[in-house]
């Protein structure tokens, strides 16, 4: 039976974009959750793309809540949106 190494792992890890700890808790739970996903995207990223990040965020999760509640979709930005950064 294969038994890859630790440094295996952690190169099997960062070729896939995760952390250690999700490819462990996958193995140990079968799947992985979501929400560890998308902050293993997260967490390499700069403070300016998850800056960017949450203002899409932001304004995804507005529009899917209009439309549950039957507002209309506007091209608005949201009043709790960050503030723009200066460019890098």
């Given at each position: 039976?294969?038994?890859?190494?630790?440094?295996?792992?952690?190169?099997?890890?960062?070729?896939?974009?995760?952390?250690?700890?999700?490819?462990f808790e996958a193995f140990e739970l079968g799947e992985t959750r979501r929400e560890q996903e998308i902050v293993d995207?997260?967490?390499s990223r700069s403070a300016h793309d998850l800056n960017r990040a949450l203002r899409v965020l932001i304004v995804f999760f507005d529009a899917i809540d209009a439309k549950a509640h039957g507002e209309s979709d506007d091209d608005e930005e949201p009043d709790d949106a960050p503030p723009d950064e200066e460019p890098e």
């Amino acid at each position: 039976m294969f038994s890859p190494s630790l440094q295996t792992l952690r190169k099997f890890a960062f070729g896939l974009g995760l952390n250690l700890g999700t490819i462990f808790e996958a193995f140990e739970l079968g799947e992985t959750r979501r929400e560890q996903e998308i902050v293993d995207l997260l967490a390499s990223r700069s403070a300016h793309d998850l800056n960017r990040a949450l203002r899409v965020l932001i304004v995804f999760f507005d529009a899917i809540d209009a439309k549950a509640h039957g507002e209309s979709d506007d091209d608005e930005e949201p009043d709790d949106a960050p503030p723009d950064e200066e460019p890098e």
